[in-house]
């Protein structure tokens, strides 16, 4: 990579391979969720059971936090001027890294095994690692420009929420496995393992994607600049004062900050909602719309968390973790996924010297519109069966049909792609 | 300029509103063609409304306009400001070409929207304009985040005078075009 050049050549983008390989795997998990939800029926009684450690981890590890660096390894040069040096050996072993760390993980969790549980970490933490490792290396590399966009800032914030919420998990882990994480109170490491995770990397990353994404590409009004400058940093800060007080257990301080956080949280969701009914397109497709339901959906379990529940056992915080995971970040990564799989197939056969089909061509409407009709299904019966958890069988069998409509859809997209590469241009085809 | 001024599109006016609206300051390369790019958006999202609904004469001259309005935002690029940039860093072979080229890739789909509206096929106009839409976007984000900030750098020392020239050209279709 040139310095002449920084991250605007089509040098700088990653081979096809390097993020796909993240997008195909990623449904494989979802899958699993729902095949999980039929096994263990009774799992979304409580957020404390194993089987919903289990899940959550399927959900949150195996499809969000995959498709998240399968992004950013394509993004991160267009949007912040962020190469990595070698994409495809990166995305090569973090994806490994991270699909045996996800297996251990889980498989930890719901077979009780802590040999399965420390690997299953130590996979995850070293794949990680090494992506966060490559991301900072390329980002001391990359040239200093002022940049006019926040963009660039709250996605390194975003990383750094990504360190801490690994530092927190592998202490978890230790804790579980070997008697030996950080002292703390078992339900205090949880909630800050999961805030940082879900907030500072998860959120961060959402807004700081959304500051650019949302008003180009939904040609909507720029979002509020105080908002684009100040949300990250204040969540950040709001996130380690939360962290501190409930450490130090000044429980009123927490309880402040922790409305607070929701604000902020809610705040974002609400206003991409009103920046989104603001859009000059007349024709909103189905990742708009998917992408709209997300937004509900992260404004409503961001809602629910401020309601008191008395007990561990309550449905809140099921509910609220059905609506932030799987509605919220679930829709909005499934919408992204259908405008960056077909575009990117689209750009990688027109820099071969090809001719490609259109990205509808390539992912017809249709498609993508019924899948995301099946994931807002999919949503109410989880719902449903947070509130019943018999209902839990039910909910998985539309999670399976919701994941398995999505990798059809995926490879559809790739076996477009590789149907229109000549045939020589097959064997040269990145692994 | 010759060329340029002959362009007709929409009144300077049109394309300012989102500066106006957001207060921002018309002082800097980057914040001039960061708004004519959302000016050139919101003509886009106009052909789509009059394809939507099935106008297809209204779509033809929305479409005109929003083809000579990017046409217009290439020219500036292509023949004021990317020359400025090239003279004063030697990155003849850098990250202006690379743009070059996607201008050449965009203008492709131009034509291709236009064939899919003079066919009155809705369908094959979707397809075209969603991929150019996305092409635009990932390459306004190329340049709104790294080669505009990196031209109000480089160009510091004749930034106001490059963008006043810029301006005047990006707008030319005021003083000679028509509302679309």
Not at chain 1, 306 to 311: G, R, T
Request: hydrophobic share 55%; aromatic share 6%; with cysteine.
């Amino acid at each position: 990579m040139s310095g002449a050049n920084p991250g605007l050549g089509y040098d700088a983008t990653p081979p096809f391979s390097a993020p796909l390989r993240f997008f195909l795997t990623a449904p494989l998990f979802g899958i699993a969720a729902g095949l999980l939800l039929i096994v263990d029926g009774g799992l979304l009684a409580s957020r404390w059971t194993p089987g919903t450690l289990a899940l959550v981890h399927l959900l949150a590890v195996g499809f969000l936090l995959q498709i998240m660096l399968g992004a950013l390894i394509q993004i991160l040069p267009v949007v912040a001027g962020i190469t990595l040096t070698a994409p495809l050996r990166t995305a090569r072993l973090t994806h490994i890294g991270l699909n045996l760390g996800a297996i251990g993980l889980t498989a930890g969790f719901q077979f009780g095994r802590p040999s399965l549980l420390l690997g299953g970490a130590t996979f995850l933490g070293l794949g990680v690692t090494g992506f966060l490792c490559s991301a900072a290396l390329a980002a001391i590399r990359a040239p200093k420009t002022r940049m006019a966009s926040h963009t660039p800032r709250d996605l390194r914030l975003a990383l750094g929420g990504l360190t801490v919420a690994l530092l927190l998990g592998l202490s978890l882990v230790l804790e579980l496995g070997l008697g030996r994480g950080a002292p703390l109170p078992l339900a205090v490491a949880v909630n800050l393992h999961a805030t940082w995770a879900l907030l500072d990397w998860a959120g961060l990353l959402l807004a700081a994607t959304s500051w650019v994404v949302v008003p180009m590409f939904q040609i909507t009004p720029a979002y509020p600049a105080r908002l684009t400058r100040y949300w990250a940093p204040t969540v950040t800060v709001l996130l380690a004062a939360w962290s501190v007080a409930l450490v130090a257990n000044v429980t009123t301080l927490a309880a402040t900050m922790s409305v607070c956080l929701i604000g902020a949280a809610t705040g974002f969701a609400v206003i991409t909602l009103r920046q989104q009914a603001r859009s000059r397109r007349s024709t909103p497709d189905a990742s708009f719309r998917a992408f709209r339901l997300a937004m509900l959906a992260l404004a409503a379990g961001a809602a629910l968390l401020a309601f008191p529940h008395p007990s561990d056992a309550d449905h809140w915080p099921v509910l609220a973790g059905i609506l932030i995971l799987h509605g919220g970040f679930g829709g909005a990564t499934s919408a992204m996924l259908y405008k960056i799989v077909p575009f990117l197939a689209w750009l990688h056969l027109t820099q071969a010297g090809i001719k490609a089909p259109n990205v509808k061509k390539l992912l017809p409407d249709v498609r993508a519109r019924t899948q995301l009709r099946v994931h807002a299904a999919a949503l109410a019966t989880l719902l449903a069966a947070g509130l019943a958890p018999p209902l839990g069988p039910v909910a998985g069998i539309m999670l399976i049909v919701e994941f398995v409509f999505l990798q059809l859809n995926l490879v559809h997209v790739v076996r477009k792609w590789r149907a229109h590469l000549p045939r020589a241009g097959l064997s040269v085809t990145p692994a | 300029m010759g060329v340029l001024t002959r362009i007709k599109v929409v009144p300077a006016s049109m394309r300012k509103i989102d500066s106006i609206a957001e207060g921002a300051p018309m002082s800097t390369l980057s914040t001039l063609m960061t708004d004519d790019h959302r000016a050139c958006d919101h003509l886009f999202a106009r052909v789509e409304t009059h394809v939507a609904a099935g106008d297809w004469s209204a779509a033809r001259t929305a479409m005109r306009n929003f083809a000579d309005a990017l046409e217009l935002h290439f020219r500036a690029e292509e023949t004021q400001l990317f020359p400025r940039f090239e003279a004063v860093t030697g990155f003849s072979a850098g990250p202006t070409a690379v743009m070059r080229a996607e201008h050449a890739e965009m203008r492709t789909f131009l034509d291709a929207m236009s064939a899919a509206i003079d066919a009155g096929e809705a369908d094959d106009f979707g397809g075209e304009a969603e991929t150019l839409m996305i092409m635009i976007q990932q390459h306004n984000m190329k340049e709104e985040n790294i080669l505009y900030p990196m031209c109000d750098d480089r160009l510091a020392l004749e930034r106001d005078a490059l963008a006043a020239a810029l301006d005047t050209t990006l707008h030319a279709r005021a003083t000679h075009g028509v509302a679309a």
